[in-house]
């Protein structure tokens, strides 16, 4: 006999994160993984290289420093943010928590694939609940509801898909919830919205004791490689993460260079203008060449080729380009590619590539 996993664990598809080279190129465009397109803020860099001096110190373990510097950055109460190696671990922790076995967790169908993850490896069932083209709908989620039900997961911005559901839905969606079930908000992609019908979750967790945001470092402040998330929830939520989570589970310079990037005067808003600006660009192109492109909020574009082998072939044409971006199968949208927002060159190279993709495909039909 050897030891045996959980059976649970055996079931999960380990989650595959997005490439970063192509054979035989000379140069990479990595726009598969939704970072940041003009990388790191030069503060954050220099305050991680600076902490360098001090890495055989362990770190605060409460972030306290950090925690003190979002609350200022976004008005809010310290005491009620909780740091997390990225936001997947706060996930991971979300649904130890309040999951487990004979309980439920319910996510819309083409969501974050960590939720699947992260529920399936707590014991729960994960429900994907239907969407209505391409985007969370409230009235499918509330109805899939029953009395095992523990969670419920809403990205918004979603990834992989950019939709976004304005304020009065997700508040009707928290109405229409038991109050015993926790509403967790992920918005990741909350930097990039400009719409004025949004809130990434704090009315909500304000409002009483049964919703958590999620927030990262990850996108538009580009400290991906750190792992910096965070959490904005009610005291009791609070506790419990701080009761399992890793007691160091933010380095010193990681823990530096997000202080510093929430510092860096005019980062947020240099690369808003620049993500909407070339998302809509780079969305005109690939539609001006006859490629569907779903409305986003985020800083990618999910291009639609109608079929699997369509998009296949798009993102084959692309790497003979050096071109990285991310196949949707994962997600159950094997038509689809989901192409990150880099910079104007970046942009411009992925729409030009596709465009002779496109005439081709249109000249030989």
């Avoid at 005067?265 to 492109?293: F, M, S, Y």
């Avoid at 080729?305 to 971006?325: K, P, S």
Wanted: aromatic share 6%; charged share 20%; hydrophobic share 40%.
């Amino acid at each position: 006999m050897t030891p045996q996993p959980r059976e649970e664990v055996m079931c999960i598809a380990a989650y595959v994160g997005g490439e970063s080279t192509v054979a035989g190129a000379n140069r990479v465009l990595k726009l598969s993984s939704n970072e940041g397109a003009f990388g790191p803020p030069p503060t954050a860099q220099a305050a991680y290289a600076q902490a360098a001096a001090e890495i055989h110190r362990y770190p605060d373990g409460g972030s306290n420093e950090l925690r003190r510097a979002i609350g200022i950055r976004f008005g809010l109460d310290p005491a009620r943010i909780v740091c997390g190696t990225g936001s997947d671990e706060l996930i991971q922790h979300l649904c130890h928590i309040y999951g487990g076995r004979g309980t439920d967790i319910l996510m819309s169908r083409h969501g974050f694939i960590m939720y699947e993850i992260a529920g399936t490896y707590a014991g729960s069932r994960v429900q994907k609940v239907p969407e209505r083209d391409l985007t969370a709908d409230v009235d499918a989620m509330l109805a899939a509801v029953s009395p095992a039900t523990r969670v419920v997961f809403l990205a918004n911005p979603n990834n992989p898909t950019g939709s976004m559901l304005p304020q009065d839905e997700v508040t009707r969606l928290r109405r229409g919830l038991p109050s015993e079930v926790l509403l967790v908000l992920d918005a990741a992609y909350a930097e990039y919205v400009e719409r004025l019908d949004y809130d990434p979750g704090v009315a909500l967790v304000d409002a009483g004791e049964n919703t958590v945001m999620l927030r990262t470092f990850s996108k538009i402040y580009g400290l991906g490689g750190l792992r910096v998330g965070w959490a904005y929830a009610p005291a009791g939520v609070v506790d419990a993460l701080n009761r399992v989570r890793g007691v160091f589970n933010i380095n010193r310079g990681a823990q530096a260079a997000a202080v510093a990037a929430l510092a860096e005067p005019g980062w947020v808003e240099r690369c808003r203008t620049h993500n909407t600006l070339w998302r809509e660009r780079l969305g005109q192109a690939l539609r001006d060449c006859g490629i569907k492109v779903w409305p986003s909020e985020g800083n990618f574009v999910l291009a639609d080729f109608t079929t699997a082998a369509a998009a296949t072939a798009a993102d084959a044409h692309l790497r003979t380009r050096g071109i990285i971006v991310r196949g949707m199968a994962a997600y159950d949208l094997p038509h689809c590619l989901r192409i990150t927002v880099g910079t104007a060159e970046e942009c411009t190279l992925v729409a030009e590539a596709l465009a002779a993709l496109m005439a081709g495909t249109n000249t030989r039909g």
